[in-house]
């Protein structure tokens, strides 16, 4: 297709692509933007373009496809890196003081909770706390890796339950 040809192609569909354009937009001067980089990237790959092919959606594929490229262009440089040190958090002068009575109480009732366990939801429990991995408990148990993970599961849910009030 003649260069001429083609301008004059582009020409006449202009008009189709300026509601469009506004659509997108939601802004009369940045669709005239839109507008014009659309028509300046169907001049610059017009030999892209196959002679027969459907004009108007070959641009308006070109128009959504910068209106999404600039869209997500913006938001990249709309977020805000904080690089300023945080040097007042060193300096805060605030002292917590633990309450060992309170923490071994709690404790207690932890250790009461678990020991409170049915065995067959014990045992899996405290050989995982203390370490080990589902499979390794799975084995020294000999029972199936699913009822070792759903014992586990279940002493948990128990658990938490006991100790909820905490």
Same mark, same amino acid.
């Given at each position: 297709?003649?260069?001429?040809?083609?301008?004059?192609l582009l020409?006449?569909?202009?008009?189709?692509?300026?509601p469009?354009?506004?659509t997108l937009?939601r802004?009369n001067e940045?669709a005239?933007?839109?507008?014009?980089?659309?028509?300046f990237?169907?001049?610059a790959n017009?030999?892209?373009y /196959?002679?027969?092919?459907?004009?108007?959606?070959?641009?308006?594929t070109?128009?959504r496809n910068i209106?999404?490229n600039n869209?997500?262009r913006?938001?990249k440089?709309n977020?805000?890196f904080?690089?300023?040190?945080n040097?007042?958090?060193? /300096?805060?002068n605030?002292?917590?003081?633990? /309450?060992a009575a309170?923490?071994?109480i709690?404790?207690?009732?932890i250790q009461?909770?678990?020991h409170e366990?049915?065995?067959i939801?014990r045992?899996?429990?405290?050989?995982?706390?203390?370490?080990y991995k589902y499979h390794e408990i799975?084995d020294?148990?000999?029972?199936?890796?699913g009822t070792i993970?759903?014992?586990i599961?279940?002493?948990?849910?128990l658990?938490?339950?006991?100790?909820?009030?905490y």
């Amino acid at each position: 297709m003649a260069t001429v040809d083609f301008n004059q192609l582009l020409v006449n569909n202009t008009e189709f692509l300026k509601p469009f354009a506004i659509t997108l937009t939601r802004d009369n001067e940045v669709a005239k933007d839109l507008l014009q980089e659309t028509m300046f990237r169907a001049l610059a790959n017009k030999e892209k373009y /196959n002679v027969g092919t459907n004009i108007k959606a070959w641009l308006y594929t070109i128009m959504r496809n910068i209106f999404i490229n600039n869209y997500r262009r913006k938001s990249k440089q709309n977020t805000i890196f904080d690089s300023t040190p945080n040097e007042f958090l060193l /300096n805060y002068n605030q002292v917590t003081t633990a /309450n060992a009575a309170e923490g071994a109480i709690k404790l207690k009732d932890i250790q009461v909770a678990i020991h409170e366990l049915p065995a067959i939801f014990r045992n899996p429990f405290m050989l995982y706390f203390e370490g080990y991995k589902y499979h390794e408990i799975a084995d020294m148990l000999s029972e199936p890796l699913g009822t070792i993970k759903s014992r586990i599961h279940f002493a948990r849910k128990l658990l938490k339950e006991q100790v909820s009030r905490y």
